[in-house]
Structures are given as C-alpha cells and as structure tokens.
C-alpha cells in the first residue's frame, strides 16, 4: 500500500506508525482559515466544517500522486457552535483557555480518504470534554511552560500532556482528542484488505 499522510501533524505521524503502518507525509498547503469562516458564514456545522477540511487537504495531495491511497486529517473544536482555531500567540492561548474554563466544548476531528483524485472513505468522530475552572494563575504558567507543544493545538492544550490536568471529564475517544479516529480508520483498512491481521 502506497499510503500518503497528507498532514504535519507529529502525533498523526506518530499514531500511524505505533499501529506499524509505512507512510510518507505530505503536507497539503491550504487556508484552513478561510475555509472555516467561509464555511461558518454559511452556516455549516462544526462536523461539515472538519469533514471539508480533511478532504480539501486528501484531494490537494491525491491529485499530485497518482495511484497512492492519501489521508486528509482536520480537527476542529467547537464551543457553543463557535469554532475556535489554534492560536495565534501565547496570549491567544490564554483568552482561549479562559473561555474553555469550567465549559464543555467539543472536539471533532475528520479523516477522509482519496486515491487518484476521488474519495474513497470518510469517517468524523466527536468527543466532549468538561474542562475545569481554571485559576487565571495557572493558565498563565500553563501556557508558559507549554507553549512550544500547544501552539499547534486547537484550544491551546494538549491532553496527552499536560493539558490532562485542565480535564474533569472526557466523554469519547482518545485517538480522536489527538486528532486521528484510529480504530474506524484501521477497521477500513482491513475490511478493503490494504491490512491484514
């Protein structure tokens, strides 16, 4: 199986190889911002939102290489509706931890399929997470301490590091917090024998 990751994500990379598939990871240069805000001025639901930029990103990379099975990735997290992004900045952070403070948000998080130009399979998974009240004093340390690792996640943390601490309930699955639905994605693979077990 040629298998493409179209995505720079370390910890998509890193989940592929744990389950001991050989990939090449190409990333898809898209404006996910525009995307996003011209899907939400539509009215577009978070999940349409995180399925269409899984796909802009696997048909961008499918279409440069012919014959490999690709994989577009997004996630997107949504508090009452409203899509936040990853942050801009370490204060960008702060205001979004703030706002997470003590409510429930969701995390979506897509990955559709391509091979020569034309989707093969999709597959969107949400998780809801209660976070904690936060302490306007541990926001500013965690973010400091952290900044290097959240910076590229949406809402500015990470559960599978520190950002555990920020949780009083994680209702779904871990692979999709981290930003891969790996069990449907494996199951597929193998149901079309890309896979053998």
Same mark, same amino acid.
């Given at each position: 199986? $040629?298998?493409?990751?179209?995505?720079?994500?370390?910890?998509?990379?890193?989940?592929?190889?744990?389950?001991?598939? $050989?990939?090449?990871?190409?990333?898809?240069?898209?404006?996910?911002?525009? #995307?996003?805000?011209?899907?939400?001025?539509?009215?577009?639901? @978070?999940?349409?939102?995180?399925?269409?930029?899984?796909?802009?990103?696997?048909?961008?990379?499918?279409?440069?290489? @012919?014959?490999?099975? #690709?994989?577009?990735?997004?996630?997107?997290?949504?508090?009452?509706?409203?899509?936040?992004?990853? @942050?801009? /900045?370490?204060?960008?952070?702060?205001?979004?931890?703030?706002?997470?403070?003590?409510?429930?948000?969701?995390?979506?998080?897509?990955?559709?399929?391509?091979?020569?130009?034309?989707?093969?399979?999709?597959?969107?998974?949400?998780?809801?997470?209660?976070?904690?009240?936060?302490?306007?004093?541990?926001?500013? /340390?965690?973010?400091?301490? $952290?900044?290097?690792?959240?910076?590229?996640? #949406?809402?500015?943390?990470?559960?599978?590091?520190?950002?555990?601490?920020?949780?009083?309930?994680?209702?779904? /699955?871990?692979?999709?917090?981290?930003?891969?639905?790996?069990?449907?994605?494996?199951?597929?693979?193998?149901?079309?024998?890309?896979?053998?077990?």
């Amino acid at each position: 199986m $040629n298998l493409i990751l179209a995505s720079g994500s370390t910890i998509r990379a890193q989940l592929l190889r744990q389950a001991g598939l $050989n990939f090449e990871t190409v990333v898809a240069r898209i404006d996910e911002e525009s #995307v996003k805000l011209s899907l939400a001025a539509e009215g577009a639901a @978070p999940r349409d939102i995180a399925d269409a930029l899984a796909e802009a990103k696997a048909r961008k990379v499918s279409l440069k290489n @012919p014959g490999a099975l #690709v994989l577009g990735c997004d996630q997107v997290l949504s508090l009452k509706g409203e899509i936040l992004s990853k @942050p801009r /900045d370490p204060d960008d952070a702060r205001a979004q931890l703030r706002r997470l403070s003590d409510m429930r948000h969701n995390l979506l998080s897509a990955v559709v399929a391509y091979e020569d130009g034309e989707p093969l399979w999709r597959f969107v998974d949400t998780v809801r997470l209660s976070m904690r009240a936060l302490s306007d004093d541990y926001v500013d /340390d965690y973010v400091s301490r $952290n900044w290097d690792s959240i910076r590229h996640s #949406v809402g500015g943390y990470k559960l599978e590091e520190e950002g555990m601490r920020l949780f009083r309930a994680v209702d779904g /699955d871990y692979f999709t917090v981290l930003g891969l639905p790996m069990i449907p994605l494996l199951s597929w693979l193998i149901d079309r024998g890309s896979l053998t077990v």
